[in-house]
Structure formats: structure tokens, C-alpha cells
């Protein structure tokens, strides 16, 4: 079936391996992204499924790769549901040490000391994006905004990008989350929902 609706349409690719489209709500919000990730927050990409945050995710992350002004760490553990702190700052030491074989520390003091010292030693702002995010407990989202403090109060400058469902985006607006609601930057994402024309020509 799909095969037959893309030789009518004379379709080269699928969906899912098609360029990216970039709107100007895109744009946009890149722009707006961007400026947060030089200054050390906590922003999250939230939208339906289909809506492209983890695509937008990739986009943001291959054009930062690229330019080099900012580095750029992601979070690869697939068990969302267990993942915490110390799993996400595993992810952090592991793009920016300077040696494959430099180990991490297991101590949880200690690692935040050499995680601080080690992001303030690069001079530049580093950025950690984790998909699937609507999955992160509360204490690890409030965790996350305190690590920003730590390397922030050093300073080094760090941001995360969170990607998930409108959970995510109802959970840090919950009057449990106020401490970190308040500081978080939110971005509903609508996809190509006002750009369909444009989009299928």
C-alpha cells in the first residue's frame, strides 16, 4: 500500500527519511532555543507524537555539532522510565572527557565536583538534549535544575533540553514542580500543522 501511494505521488523517500521542513515556527523556536542554550536553562520541546520534537531534537543537535561554539552531550539510555541523575551526568562525562579511558566517578559528590570543574575547564556552554523525556521522574527533573545551579555557580555554563509529550509540559507546570516550572522555558510544538500546503508542494 505504501509503495503504490508513493509511486502515484512519485515519492522518493518516506516520511521518516525525509529532509527536514522547516517552518517558520521552527525557525523560530530554534532561534529562541539557541539563545537559551548560551545562557545556562532548563528549556523542554513538547507537542503530541508526530509533532517532530525528536526530529527537531537531532536538527538542533547536528547544527550545534556543527558550528562547534557550544558542545553538545545526549543522553542514549533507552530505559527512560529508570533513568536519574546519575545516568545523565554518565551521559555528560562521556561526551566531554578528555580520554575514553578517564573514569568516572562513582561518589556522588565527587562527581558533581569533577562534572562542575571539567564543564568550567571547556569555556564554552554545553548542552545535554534527553528525548522521551515526559518518562523523568520529578526529583530527577528537579536534580537536573540543580546541577544547572552547581556549574552555573562555578562558573560554567550548562543547559538541558528536554523533549516529551505535553506531560512533560503539565508536570513542570504542577504546583509540586514549582521550583522548577517557574525556571524551565516551555515550547509547544505544532509541527507542520499551519504549513500543510507549503509542506506537500
Same mark, same amino acid.
Given at each position: 500500500?505504501?509503495?503504490?501511494?508513493?509511486?502515484?505521488?512519485?515519492?522518493?523517500?518516506?516520511?521518516?527519511?525525509?529532509?527536514?521542513?522547516?517552518?517558520?515556527?521552527?525557525?523560530?523556536?530554534?532561534?529562541?532555543?539557541?539563545?537559551?542554550?548560551?545562557?545556562?536553562?532548563?528549556?523542554?520541546?513538547?507537542?503530541?507524537?508526530?509533532?517532530?520534537?525528536?526530529?527537531?531534537?537531532?536538527?538542533?543537535?547536528?547544527?550545534?555539532?556543527?558550528?562547534?561554539?557550544?558542545?553538545?552531550?545526549?543522553?542514549?539510555?533507552?530505559?527512560?522510565?529508570?533513568?536519574?541523575?546519575?545516568?545523565?551526568?554518565?551521559?555528560?562525562?562521556?561526551?566531554?572527557?578528555?580520554?575514553?579511558?578517564?573514569?568516572?566517578?562513582?561518589?556522588?559528590?565527587?562527581?558533581?565536583?569533577?562534572?562542575?570543574?571539567?564543564? @568550567?575547564?571547556? @569555556?564554552?556552554?554545553?548542552?545535554?538534549?534527553?528525548?522521551?523525556?515526559?518518562?523523568?521522574?520529578?526529583?530527577?527533573?528537579?536534580?537536573?535544575?540543580?546541577?544547572?545551579?552547581?556549574?552555573?555557580?562555578?562558573?560554567?555554563?550548562?543547559?538541558?533540553?528536554?523533549?516529551?509529550?505535553?506531560?512533560?509540559?503539565?508536570?513542570?507546570?504542577?504546583?509540586?514542580?514549582?521550583?522548577?516550572?517557574?525556571?524551565?522555558?516551555?515550547?509547544?510544538?505544532?509541527?507542520?500543522?499551519?504549513?500543510?500546503?507549503?509542506?506537500?508542494?
Amino acid at each position: 500500500m505504501l509503495s503504490e501511494v508513493m509511486s502515484h505521488y512519485k515519492m522518493v523517500r518516506e516520511f521518516d527519511q525525509a529532509d527536514f521542513f522547516e517552518t517558520d515556527d521552527f525557525k523560530h523556536t530554534l532561534t529562541e532555543v539557541r539563545h537559551h542554550i548560551k545562557h545556562g536553562r532548563l528549556i523542554a520541546l513538547t507537542g503530541i507524537v508526530g509533532c517532530g520534537k525528536t526530529r527537531m531534537l537531532r536538527h538542533i543537535h547536528h547544527l550545534l555539532s556543527k558550528e562547534k561554539d557550544i558542545l553538545v552531550s545526549q543522553s542514549l539510555s533507552v530505559e527512560k522510565s529508570r533513568l536519574n541523575l546519575g545516568t545523565l551526568i554518565s551521559a555528560l562525562f562521556c561526551d566531554l572527557r578528555r580520554s575514553k579511558n578517564e573514569k568516572i566517578p562513582s561518589q556522588p559528590e565527587q562527581r558533581e565536583r569533577e562534572l562542575r570543574d571539567l564543564i @568550567k575547564n571547556k @569555556k564554552k556552554p554545553v548542552v545535554l538534549f534527553v528525548d522521551e523525556a515526559h518518562d523523568l521522574h520529578g526529583k530527577t527533573l528537579i536534580a537536573l535544575k540543580r546541577l544547572i545551579e552547581v556549574i552555573q555557580g562555578a562558573g560554567g555554563t550548562l543547559s538541558i533540553v528536554l523533549a516529551g509529550h505535553p506531560k512533560l509540559s503539565n508536570d513542570l507546570k504542577r504546583a509540586t514542580m514549582e521550583e522548577i516550572g517557574a525556571r524551565a522555558t516551555i515550547f509547544m510544538l505544532e509541527g507542520i500543522q499551519k504549513s500543510k500546503e507549503e509542506y506537500t508542494h
